[in-house]
Structure formats: structure tokens, C-alpha cells
């Protein structure tokens, strides 16, 4: 078989959404982060 074939039987649509939804989350999540971390230093700084 070839490898686009045994990817598609792998990954449905539904699980191409999901890894889809969870890469979302976890990137705003990992923004929040950054946020708070970036302001935290910043007013350390004097510079906020």
C-alpha cells in the first residue's frame, strides 16, 4: 500500500479534528503562559 493510503486509514476525520482542537488549546493555553511570565519580567524590568 502506499504511505498516503496507510495515513488515511490511520487518520480519520474525526481524529484529524481532534489533534486539530487539542494543538488550539494547548497553544492558547501556552500563550496565557507566556503572557503571564513576559509581564512578570517586564514590570521586574520597569519597563510596563
Known amino acids: 500500500e502506499s504511505y498516503l493510503g496507510i495515513l488515511q486509514t490511520l ?11 487539542v494543538v488550539a488549546i494547548c ?5 496565557l503562559i507566556a503572557k503571564k511570565l ?9 519597563m510596563v
Open 38 to 46: 513576559l509581564k512578570k519580567h517586564f514590570k521586574k524590568a520597569g
Open 11 to 21: 487518520v480519520s476525520p474525526v481524529t484529524a479534528i481532534i489533534m486539530l482542537v
Open 27 to 31: 497553544a492558547f493555553v501556552g500563550a
